[in-house]
């Protein structure tokens, strides 16, 4: 079945410490997105990439950053210059041409130790 | 710049009682409009879309109707099930070439009971 997986379904990151965020993708999309969902702030964007080797920063991109290398792939670090990363961080991919839904995968969520 | 009001939640409903969601937006011109729903602990799942003025969405019982007049987008399902319960969201993308990120509403918590 053709879908989205993030992984892993839980991290734990440390005072100081990167982590990243796998989110693969075997649609075939062009275009892939990284989001965060605080309580009752609904989704908010990271970056998105239209196309491999290219990518855009979202709405609350300071702290963050991605590559976009393969097509199937965008991963996501959170790192030490994010100072409030406990979220739920959710990956979609879609075709960039417009009226196209986006797709999400079942999401990480981060926690500080 | 564009953006999707949603009613604020959590909204609480017995089994079988009629659901409307209150969506409405701000946009220049004609975008999309979705309905995601949420699970606990799940990403978003695309419950339906209208992508043109008077265009009515329908899936699973729920529908939603496109009125540019009113620029809104409401959900509404007849008769709802505990297996309802999950929150929604409602989005937009913008109309135009080379503009297709989404925005989200803030999202409508629906717990039904039995």
């Known amino acids: 079945d053709g879908g989205i997986t993030q992984s892993p379904k839980y991290l734990f990151r440390k005072e100081g410490q990167n982590v990243t965020l796998s989110c693969e993708q075997n649609?075939?999309?062009?275009?892939m997105y990284w989001y965060r969902q605080d309580p009752g702030q609904g989704l908010r964007l990271i970056y998105y990439?239209?196309?491999?080797?290219?990518?855009q920063k979202g709405d609350i991109a300071e702290g963050y950053s991605v590559s976009r290398e393969k097509k199937e792939s965008f991963p996501l670090t959170v790192t030490s210059a994010q100072k409030n990363p406990t979220a739920f961080y959710l990956c979609a991919s879609s075709d960039w041409t417009n009226n196209q839904p986006q797709h999400f995968g079942d999401g990480t969520r981060l926690s500080i130790l | 710049g564009d953006s999707v009001t949603q009613m604020e939640g959590p909204v609480t409903l017995s089994e079988e009682a009629f659901l409307t969601i209150n969506c409405t937006y701000t946009?220049?011109?004609?975008?999309?409009l979705f309905w995601y729903v949420q699970y606990p602990g799940e990403g978003l799942q695309l419950l339906l879309k209208a992508t043109k003025a008077d265009d009515k969405g329908s899936n699973k019982g729920f529908e939603a109707t496109y009125r540019k007049e009113t620029t809104s987008f409401h959900l509404e399902k007849g008769s709802v099930q505990v297996s309802d319960s999950a929150v929604y969201f409602c989005?937009?993308?913008?109309?135009?070439?080379?503009?297709?990120?989404?925005?989200f509403g803030k999202g409508t918590k629906l717990s039904v009971i039995p």
């Open positions: 649609l075939n999309h062009d275009a």
């Open positions: 946009a220049t011109g004609y975008p999309s």
């Open positions: 990439s239209q196309i491999v080797n290219d990518f």
């Open positions: 989005a937009l993308s913008p109309s135009g070439a080379g503009s297709y990120q989404l925005t």
